[in-house]
């Protein structure tokens, strides 16, 4: 069986407007945190690869310089606050981007991102493997593994999970004690494949429970979710 590694009372992937793809603010996102009991929350917002694949492809991207992360303080509440980064696998050699306007995170999720990862389908296992050799002590978690959505189907990309072979994800990140993400978000808007989760939760020694958040109410609702159905599905 699983443990999971973070408190139900915390949240460790938060996208805001500050810096990614989310629309609230980090004020807000703090505010509402607070409102809501939560003890830690981490905003990790996209890289800057995928940053620029956005602004290239809707013309909008962040607003605000990434070192303002450094000074920040929470003076709303007493939520603790941390800054990461949504890291992206780049390619088949297990490069990863993990910074935002090159300022890089101590800590990162792992995710690879359709029209992001630019790698051979077939070679993603190998992919993650190698980002793990390299990156072990950086990763936070590997994000939604079993993401099953064509965010542009214009694109004709496959979704990445087609190709993953999640029992050697799954081993891999046991025997590297790296957590694999419960996605909050691709669980309650129904992108996952349930299948696949079933599958790695069946083998996988750690998880993190997120929300993904990109507004208040992915804030509020995913993660009670996602714990709803971990029990409807006996894993709790
Ligand atoms: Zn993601
Ligand atoms: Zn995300």
């Given at each position: 069986?699983?443990?999971?590694?973070?408190?139900?009372?915390?949240?460790?992937?938060?996208?805001?407007?500050?810096?990614?793809?989310?629309?609230?603010?980090?004020?807000?996102?703090?505010?509402?945190?607070?409102?809501?009991?939560?003890?830690?929350?981490?905003?990790?917002?996209?890289?800057?690869?995928?940053?620029?694949?956005?602004?290239?492809?809707?013309?909008?991207?962040?607003?605000?310089?990434?070192?303002?992360?450094?000074?920040?303080?929470?003076?709303?509440?007493?939520?603790?606050?941390?800054?990461?980064?949504?890291?992206?696998?780049?390619?088949?050699?297990g490069?990863?981007?993990?910074?935002?306007?090159?300022?890089?995170?101590?800590?990162?999720?792992?995710?690879?991102?359709?029209?992001?990862?630019?790698?051979?389908?077939?070679?993603?296992?190998?992919?993650?493997e190698k980002a793990i050799l390299k990156y072990k002590?950086?990763?936070?978690?590997?994000?939604?593994?079993?993401?099953?959505?064509?965010?542009?189907?214009?694109?004709?990309?496959?979704?990445?999970?087609?190709?993953?072979?999640?029992?050697?994800?799954?081993?891999?990140?046991?025997?590297h004690?790296?957590?694999?993400?419960?996605?909050?978000?691709?669980?309650?808007?129904?992108?996952?494949?349930?299948?696949?989760?079933?599958?790695?939760?069946?083998?996988?020694?750690?998880?993190?429970?997120?929300?993904?958040?990109?507004?208040?109410?992915?804030?509020?609702?995913?993660?009670?979710?996602?714990?709803?159905?971990?029990?409807?599905?006996?894993?709790?």
């Amino acid at each position: 069986m699983f443990k999971i590694v973070n408190a139900k009372n915390t949240d460790h992937h938060i996208h805001s407007c500050t810096f990614s793809d989310g629309i609230n603010t980090i004020e807000e996102i703090v505010e509402y945190a607070g409102k809501m009991k939560l003890k830690e929350i981490t905003i990790s917002d996209h890289s800057q690869a995928e940053l620029e694949f956005s602004k290239k492809r809707y013309g909008v991207c962040q607003s605000t310089c990434r070192y303002t992360v450094n000074s920040y303080q929470n003076i709303k509440n007493n939520v603790k606050v941390n800054f990461s980064v949504e890291a992206d696998l780049l390619d088949a050699k297990g490069n990863v981007c993990f910074d935002i306007q090159g300022q890089k995170s101590e800590k990162f999720i792992l995710s690879a991102h359709q029209g992001i990862y630019l790698g051979k389908d077939k070679q993603l296992n190998e992919a993650y493997e190698k980002a793990i050799l390299k990156y072990k002590d950086k990763i936070t978690c590997i994000g939604h593994p079993c993401l099953d959505h064509n965010y542009y189907p214009d694109l004709h990309f496959a979704p990445l999970e087609t190709y993953l072979d999640i029992d050697r994800l799954t081993e891999f990140t046991n025997k590297h004690k790296i957590p694999l993400e419960v996605n909050g978000k691709s669980l309650i808007k129904k992108c996952e494949n349930e299948k696949l989760l079933k599958q790695m939760l069946e083998k996988a020694k750690l998880i993190m429970i997120n929300s993904d958040a990109h507004n208040l109410w992915g804030l509020k609702y995913p993660i009670p979710f996602a714990y709803k159905w971990l029990k409807e599905n006996s894993f709790l």
